[in-house]
């Protein structure tokens, strides 16, 4: 299965990555190539929506934590929106629902 | 290597007996002689010269048209012969590697595979496969002077070499600090240090840590974002989630560990595995949580080893024989 990233500009200019597919070791790498040069920025603002993730392993889950510590490295925030109960159980587990911001909020205006 | 001559010799001869008594057999025999020659090393423009040096032989006047077609075709074919030494090379490379994969395959599993200690109160049954040749599970099991028994399981992320060597390091890390085997917490505490300084940023590791108490029966836990496992009362007849909250090793340097204890009664089972047990997907998707209790639940009256193995064939089945992750899966339980 595939996964794909759609990338906009949210109103307030923060960058809104929505991903749908299957977040596993075979298409990881497609979401660290694309969200760690966002988080790379510094006070960026980056949200991860996640409304249409089926699926997403630990290899998913390590690529969400390099996104977050670059983010604090360079003062930015990491914000991780909509996750279907079996990601949220996963975040819960890991233990970074105590860390990284989640949102619920079902559909956030873009430009 | 073959000798150009005996070559020659058996290729026309090959090629006269298809030319004057043609049927299927004198072809396969051309098919036999390219796997000969792809075993000799023997190149595609070198059989197709081979060819056109016999023809000669037979055509010593050929229409000069002809010879430079074959001289045209010569040409042609030295792209096979590059990529035919090329493959060839790459073979040669890979049977290496695999060589080497092998070694470090066989002096992980002596690091890995540590003796199940043996008690006469608990019964322990263990079971790790990787999905490939090297595994990013492990568990470990140490008795102490004590008579308490320590116990841990850790899931690297991801599979295959980097993460089957960022385990060695949890190993080393584990056995240099013996005094501390007894404070499930500061276990943790300690290697999530050692796996925040070290690691890749995305590369993270979770951890359940038990220390089992003899003479109190009771089971002294922490963990560290791992898979809970079960915990099962011979009293109520029922499962229980083993719950216990941490984050996992490496996500942030100051993260303290809470230490949890479940007493233990005769007939108790604890449960422990790793991802690659709840993550099993069938054709019709992910085995559930209670799925395991329900394979579990059919074999109580075995040994705790035979119910490990059980369950691992039954999942092994359904996946097809096919295991997607690392595959590690600990049950023990009170005997006295």
Known sequence: MNLNILHEKKVDGGELLTISGELDAYTAPKLKETILPLVDVERASVTLDLKDTDYMDSTGIGVIIAAYKQSCKRNGTLVVQNLTPRVSRLFDITGLSEIITIDDIKKEETT | ?336
């Open chain 2, 1 to 336: 290597m073959i000798d150009h001559k005996e070559l020659y010799q058996h290729y026309r001869k090959l090629l006269i007996e298809h030319m004057e008594r043609k049927s299927e057999k004198t072809l396969y025999n051309g098919q036999l002689f390219s796997r000969q020659m792809m075993e000799n090393g023997v190149s595609p423009e070198d059989v197709l010269s081979l060819h056109i040096d016999v023809i000669k032989e037979f055509y010593p006047h050929m229409d000069e048209k002809f010879q430079s077609a074959f001289d045209f075709l010569l040409e042609a074919m030295i792209g096979y012969g590059l990529a035919y030494r090329e493959h060839q090379n790459l073979r040669y490379k890979q049977r290496q590697l695999e060589s080497e994969i092998d070694i470090a395959a066989d002096v992980q599993q002596s690091l890995l595979v540590g003796e199940v200690p043996h008690y006469d109160f608990l019964d322990i049954g263990v079971i790790s496969r990787p999905a490939k040749r090297m595994s990013g599970d492990y568990y470990h099991f140490v008795k102490d002077e004590q008579n308490c028994l320590s116990v841990a399981i850790a899931d690297v992320i991801g599979k295959g070499i980097p993460a089957a060597l960022c385990m060695s390091m949890i190993k080393y890390a584990m056995d240099s600090e013996p005094e501390q085997r007894t404070k499930p917490g500061a276990v943790l505490e300690n290697l999530n240090r050692v796996v925040e300084q070290n690691v890749d940023p995305s590369m993270f590791i979770t951890m359940f840590y038990g220390l089992y108490n003899e003479s109190q029966h009771r089971l002294y836990f922490a963990s560290a974002g791992h898979e809970p496992g079960f915990y099962y009362s011979s009293n109520k007849d029922e499962f229980q989630e083993l719950i216990a909250k941490g984050r996992v090793l490496g996500l942030d340097r100051s993260t303290k560990y809470r230490e949890y204890e479940k007493n233990i009664d005769v007939g108790d089972m604890v449960i422990l595995f790793s991802d690659g047990v709840t993550e099993c997907r069938t054709e019709k998707g992910f085995i559930e949580r209670d799925e395991i209790v329900r394979l579990i639940r059919q074999r109580m009256h075995l040994s705790s080893q035979e119910i490990v193995d059980g369950v691992y064939k039954e999942l092994e089945r359904l996946q097809d024989f096919q295991l997607r992750d690392d595959f590690t899966l600990i049950i023990l339980k009170r005997e006295v």
